[in-house]
């Protein structure tokens, strides 16, 4: 019998807990039901689509890292029509928060996605990648220029009625800038962080690892990086943030409440341990619990207040 | 199914120097797993919290006992994460997820080859014992580097089976010397009754014309390096025999949520695909693998 | 019997090997000797010093990650006129190249520190730190902005007749950029990567964990994003480069040769394994042997040629 | 100096919900290591190539056998380091770095007071050993948390040493309830031939002026909370008694190359210095010590 509210608001999204699941990393909601209900999770994040399908880089794709994951799939997805279709329809149906996670390589990629997928599509929120580094002359330039991103975001929420969430490059010297731009732009909350730009090379083949040469670091061993960046924005912006970049402990996710985040989601993390999100979430409980504490939302920020 | 499975073997297979090792995991998972699929399995015991290596290693399932609760798992030494796997020892507890992925599908009736390149052989031995199991007559072609390799990686087993087995080595210490699918081409033409020094291209013709009766017999199964899949999945077309092919790709989450494994396949329309290995493989028709292609 | 040149010219340096470590890491070159003598190594960086002596950062200033280390010592050291009188005699007896590393607070914290450090030092080169995120209102601002950038550097130049080597800061959107204001200022060499801004929070006392609150990682968790810089720099710019940034083994330093490091240099790695530069050398002759390479030089940059 | 130590004993140290195991490592740091120096040890085997966690972890030396070529560490399971290491069996090997920092200095002549705190009572046990060796008279003050813990941390050897001991513990389920800092003082005012409830304040003075004589029959050296070192040091000061203490820091290096564990101790001019705890440390003369520093 628990004590602890877990419910948790962000961007006027009501989450029956603050443990989501990033984009990329858990398909579209059905690939882990074996391992993690989703009926546990505060909500699920689509992996990102684009305006027309795309058949992503050629393998390898991955690499794994001391702690961290570089993966380099190029955004493959089905495409927006194929997404409406196949795949909105079952979301309607899914037990928890759905926010779908849109990349473009313009204005008008965005704002046409974002016209596509409004309130009634059944979807919670709008999560918007403006930070692939996979894809040559892509997401990275609305990530890493703050004018572009202010636009881009405003124009997503200009075309639909869903509440935006604007996903964070760290690949920038000035994360707070970024997020700031966000915020003009009229974004809802933030996520924070996307992969850093990192890469790998064969020693045996003496070529890069990937096929795309450049991949994004995720994992545990970016996790220093992103709670930094967490903290941050925290400190000098007034948005919920949605904190993930390695977490795959009850104890990475306290530590990114603490350092100000609303919500915490988890990438990588599920290919290490599969049920990591009901652990995680457990996790979050049982130290509430411990401190003393009624409501998981008193843990946001406190490490600032200390 | 994530499950603590319980070490309950862990042992070198054959000669040291060929880095074989066979590890007999108990728990649940063996009561629905089948040939082909495998699991993905955390190298440290699980009550160590280290994240390096992070990731999971996918290995097939050699062996299952449903009676015995039993999974077997044969693997060489190849990096990081499979010499820290080869200390388990009895008792430890490892992670795995499993079983993962789609095995193999057996026909009905008639006969099933299996083309195993080196330690491809692994998967096959779980599926030879369905097999045999269902009826089906099993022959199997095995090509290795050396006579040391073969035995190690298991041949005594085969042998015990009482299936009729070609076999071939890189420097001809066992079987053949050459390669296995030299053997199969062989063993091909000579189930179409064609003798003679007939090229393969010469002969696609009268392959097809021969096509319905032998490709309602054979099956062929094969795993091992792509390079002999490719040949193996060209020689079987050429004679319409179906071929099932267990691809291999780096892998993250194992279960279809991230595309990192993906494979290229044509489909009906001819239009280039992704598929994922480890959702919708790790075995495919051969047919439709698209064998040169990164895209 | 090694038919293996390692000599490696740098920058106008003649080093004996390529295997140098890292400033901050391997103090004023003595601590070490019991596990790896001098006069094996290409070269050592000291500790970077300041006009001024400093305290340095309060204590915790060292807190583990996933493969990673952050520090937030603080530029502790004992400025530069102890330097001059104690350390730098010993510096001459060095059986090894000495790589002095500046920091400084303003352009004329490093003029003055240049002009003090000259050819007949006995040092080999001056490495400029641009970018020790550590200090508040410290090098950050050299290493993030290339016009500053370019006059620390230009100025530097201008003041000694060492070899300039420009080391950088990872915390930046472009780090060609920066590379490219480096060698405008003069630069002889670049030293890639410097840490990168972390930080980490303790769930039990629910505030930062390191009394500066950020620190640098470094480590094998940050190895990918710095290899990618060593290829990104590597490609665009024609000066040599030191590569570092998580090297702890042999395949760890054949990497970043191949990404086109033209020397590497251990840091983390020596408190993992205080033989690491006697491993990594041995390792680079040996799989330059295998390769059939007659000299390291051979590797350097290969990867990209593939 | 980098080895390779052999785990030749790796128990369980009393009862199992103390988390404290003991550790002894085959080696030739026996041969140079004297009491108070410490070790950086590898939490896994040197085989496995994992860097997580990635450092090593300081453990003081508990023992020193030159003769048996063997050291013994006593440590309590903490976090994520000391858990993998306790899984470390017989026959595997640790690279072990040491010995090092300085240790204890030993005077000449007269009583060695130790004063040690939980498990501050690890590094003690060795220079007990050595200020017997040397006809030193020892006497420990020990607090713990309960009777379990001084059980457990290895209070039968203590008192095998037939030393005069006393005990505390928070609980009072061995020797008195309370501090072992209010032993201490009570000892020390005896020592003065002090009675009465003088606060320790009101007889600074007569302590001073009876230091010389008790300066020079008493050391003491302390290790535990730094709080309670903290009281330990001033009590000393006061009755004029040199203390060493044995400090801790969390490490990178450990030899002293990254400043990473820095203490703060002020000089004779009075000024703030940092010395490092691995190098120059881990014991100082409390007097030195700037305890509420952080600078
Ligand atoms: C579906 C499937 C079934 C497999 N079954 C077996 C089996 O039964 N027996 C067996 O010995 N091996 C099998 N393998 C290969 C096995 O997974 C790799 O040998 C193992 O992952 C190597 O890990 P490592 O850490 O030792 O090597 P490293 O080279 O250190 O691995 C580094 C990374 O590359 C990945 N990797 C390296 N080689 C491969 C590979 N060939 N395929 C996929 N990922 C790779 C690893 O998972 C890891 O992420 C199978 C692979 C797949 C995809
Ligand atoms: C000179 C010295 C001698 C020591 N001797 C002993 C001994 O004999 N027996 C014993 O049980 N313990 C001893 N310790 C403490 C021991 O080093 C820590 O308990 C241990 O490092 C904790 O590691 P962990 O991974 O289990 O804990 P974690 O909390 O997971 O450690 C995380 C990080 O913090 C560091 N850390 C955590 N606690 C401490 C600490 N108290 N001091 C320094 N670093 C810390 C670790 O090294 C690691 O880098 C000594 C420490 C020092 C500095
Ligand atoms: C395989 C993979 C695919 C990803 N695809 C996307 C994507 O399509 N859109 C997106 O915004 N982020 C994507 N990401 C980034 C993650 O959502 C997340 O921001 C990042 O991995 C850091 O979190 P982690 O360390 O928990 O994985 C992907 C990450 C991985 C590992
Ligand atoms: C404890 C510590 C202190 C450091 N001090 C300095 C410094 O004074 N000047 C500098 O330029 N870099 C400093 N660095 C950065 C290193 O020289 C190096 O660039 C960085 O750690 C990445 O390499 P690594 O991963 O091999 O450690 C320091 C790093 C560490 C870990
Ligand atoms: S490994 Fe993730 S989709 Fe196959
Ligand atoms: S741990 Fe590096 S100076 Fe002490």
């Known amino acids: 019998m628990s004590h602890v509210d877990l419910t948790t608001e962000l961007a006027g999204i009501s989450l029956r807990n603050p443990v989501l699941t990033s984009s990329g990393t858990y398909g579209f909601g059905e690939e882990y039901a074996d391992y993690c209900p989703l009926e546990a999770l505060g909500g699920i994040t689509l992996k990102g689509i684009t305006p027309l399908p795309r058949l992503g880089n050629s393998v390898p794709r991955l690499a794994e890292t001391p702690a961290g994951l570089l993966n380099a799939v190029g955004l493959e997805n089905p495409g927006l029509e194929e997404f409406l279709v196949s795949y909105l329809p079952k979301v309607r149906r899914m037990p928890t928060a759905v926010i779908a996670n849109i990349s473009g390589f313009s204005l008008e990629d965005y704002e046409r996605m974002a016209r596509a997928l409004q309130a009634d599509s059944g979807l919670a929120a709008l999560e918007v990648n403006i930070s692939c580094p996979n894809v040559k002359h892509g997401g990275m330039h609305f990530g890493t220029d703050p004018r572009s991103a202010e636009e881009v975001i405003a124009a997503v929420k200009a075309a639909t009625d869903l509440p935006i969430i604007a996903k964070l490059s760290p690949n920038v010297t000035d994360i707070v800038g970024m997020a700031r731009a966000a915020q003009r732009g009229g974004a809802d909350a933030l996520s924070l962080i996307n992969t850093l730009l990192g890469m790998s090379i064969d020693i045996e083949q003496q070529r890069p690892l990937l096929a795309n040469t450049f991949g994004g670091l995720s994992g545990p061993a970016i996790r220093p990086v992103a709670v930094r960046m967490v903290w941050q924005v925290a400190e000098a912006i007034d948005l919920p943030i949605i904190g993930m970049g390695g977490i795959t402990t009850w104890q990475d996710a306290v530590e990114f409440l603490l350092a100000g985040a609303t919500a915490i989601s988890i990438g990588t993390g599920n290919f290490v341990n599969p049920q990591a999100p009901l652990d995680i979430l457990q996790g979050i409980k049982n130290y509430c619990e411990k401190c003393g504490m009624t409501s998981v939302h008193d843990l946001v920020g406190l490490a600032h207040k200390a | ?295």
Chains 1, 3 share one sequence.
């Not at chain 2, 795995?96 to 099933?112: H, I, K």
């Not at chain 2, 080196?118 to 269902?134: E, R």
């Not at chain 2, 081409?185 to 009766?213: C, D, M, P, V, W």
Request: aromatic share 6%; with cysteine.
């Open chain 2, 1 to 295: 199914m994530l499950t603590e499975g319980l070490v309950v073997v862990h042992e070198c297979l054959g000669e040291a120097d060929q880095m074989l090792r066979r590890l007999v995991l108990s728990g649940p998972i063996a009561k629905t797993a089948k040939a082909g699929q495998f699991v993905a399995v955390q190298v440290q015991d699980s009550s160590i919290s280290s994240f390096d290596p992070l990731l999971r290693r996918p290995i097939s399932l050699a062996e299952v006992s449903p009676d015995q609760n039993e999974i077997t798992l044969l693997y060489r030494i190849q990096g990081r994460g499979t010499e820290i796997l080869a200390r388990a020892r009895c008792g430890e507890r490892l992670s795995v997820m499993g079983p993962l992925g789609n095995g193999f599908s057996l026909p009905e009736v008639g006969e099933l080859w299996l083309v195993a390149g080196g330690i491809g052989i692994f998967p096959l031995y779980a599926l030879a014992q369905s097999a045999l199991a269902q009826g089906l007559s099993v022959r199997l072609f095995w090509g290795g580097e050396n006579q040391s390799f073969l035995r190690s990686a298991g041949l005594n087993d085969w042998q015990a089976l009482g299936i009729p087995i070609h076999l071939c080595t890189l420097d001809g210490t066992l079987g053949d010397k050459g390669f296995v699918t030299e053997q199969l081409q062989g063993r091909l033409f000579q189930s179409f009754q064609l003798f003679g020094q007939t090229k393969l291209i010469n002969i696609e013709n009268q392959a097809n014309n021969a096509q319905h009766s032998i490709s309602e017999q054979i099956t062929v199964a094969t795993c091992g390096p792509k390079k002999m899949m490719q040949v193996v999945t060209e020689l079987c077309m050429n004679f319409a025999v179906p071929v099932q092919v267990s691809l291999e790709e780096r892998m993250g989450c194992a279960v279809g949520a991230c595309l990192g494994c993906v494979c290229t396949l044509v489909d009906e329309t001819g239009t280039l695909i992704h598929k994922k290995v480890c959702q919708d493989g790790p075995v495919f028709r051969g047919e439709e693998v698209v064998w040169d292609e990164s895209c």
